[in-house]
């Protein structure tokens, strides 16, 4: 039988609204998980979520009432995503491979939904395509930290910022649906393009500065 995998890895997050949610959740829900729960299948509960809103997503092209979907998915999508990890370290079931699990999870989950909402007519393409690798950069940028330093760093803007970004947009398409504020060149912005471009500016300083920030503590440590 192989080793029981114990988890070194120290948790870092700055975001006190994630903290906060992640308090909430183990004091008021991680309780009552039954006992058949696993890591592994809360993270497929995360997963179906994601898939949910993705798919609800690309349905808002029948009907801008579908966004209420994709909001349901992001909720299960979150909550499961914040679960998983309680499970594991309260009930000594930490693995390898779900860490992997988890992490694949929410990166397919982010950079697919980006490209769903830029499928809408609520959106154009191009700025989802700007904004769908940033979660996946940042969790690689996350996974070198672990590698190199025993650290599990979050980003400034974590998880739950991600999923309020997802929820305004979901709420401002069901609104505006595919309503043009302007044109730059001939093609119309819509008020989805707009939030998109607004929320990517902070998030792109945050990605920079993390994957500058590492590539600096990487060079003291070779000194």
């Given at each position: ?85 309680f499970i ?12 992997y ?23 154009h ?8 690798p ?11 930290y ?22 305004v ?5 069901m ?42 503590r ?6």
């Amino acid at each position: 039988m192989g080793e029981v995998y114990k988890n070194p890895v120290k948790k870092m997050i700055p975001s006190k609204l994630e903290t906060g949610f992640q308090q909430f959740l183990y004091k008021h829900v991680g309780p009552h998980i039954p006992k058949s729960m696993t890591p592994n299948r809360m993270t497929t509960l995360s997963a179906a979520g994601g898939i949910f809103s993705i798919v609800m997503t690309l349905l808002t092209n029948i009907s801008s009432w579908f966004w209420l979907g994709t909001i349901a998915g992001l909720a299960v999508h979150l909550v499961a995503d914040d679960l998983d990890g309680f499970i594991a370290r309260s009930r000594g079931l930490s693995s390898k491979a779900g860490a992997y699990y988890d992490l694949m999870v929410d990166i397919l989950f982010s950079t697919f939904l980006l490209i769903s909402i830029g499928l809408t007519p609520a959106a154009h393409l191009l700025p989802m395509a700007l904004a769908a690798p940033l979660y996946g950069i940042m969790n690689v940028t996350m996974m070198n930290y672990i590698i190199y330093f025993n650290e599990f760093q979050f980003p400034r803007l974590g998880p739950i910022e991600a999923h309020i970004s997802y929820t305004v947009v979901a709420i401002c398409a069901m609104i505006f649906k595919d309503s043009e504020v302007f044109t730059i060149f001939g093609s119309g912005v819509t008020v989805v393009d707009i939030i998109a471009v607004i929320a990517m500016i902070p998030m792109y300083y945050e990605m920079i500065r993390m994957m500058i920030t590492l590539f600096k503590r990487l060079e003291e440590s070779q000194k």
